[in-house]
């Protein structure tokens, strides 16, 4: 069974314009336009939330000291 809630929203005059524009374009309701672009909204921030875990290592211990900028240069450029 498809449930509906019919709800009021505020829509800036230019993006209406837009949204009656796009859904006929579509051949669908604007009603179905902004139902399918929440939808992508949520999913898209779903998606963001559910990183992976970042990989761990052992490190056997710095090569270079980072408080010696000349050593640290020296790493860096390979000598």
């Known amino acids: 069974m498809l449930r509906h809630m ?3 929203l505020n829509i800036d005059d230019s ?3 837009f949204l009656k524009k796009e859904s006929a374009r579509r051949g669908c309701t604007m009603s179905e336009l902004v ?3 929440l939808r992508l909204l949520f999913q898209q921030q ?3 939330q559910e990183l992976p875990p970042l990989p761990t290592f ?3 211990g710095s090569l270079v000291d980072i408080a010696d900028r000349q050593s640290l240069y020296q790493a860096m450029e390979g000598r």
Request: hydrophobic share 25%; aromatic share 0%.
């Open 6 to 8: 019919k709800t009021t």
């Open 15 to 17: 993006v209406m314009a």
């Open 35 to 37: 139902e399918s672009a």
């Open 46 to 48: 779903k998606k963001r």
């Open 58 to 60: 052992k490190s056997e």
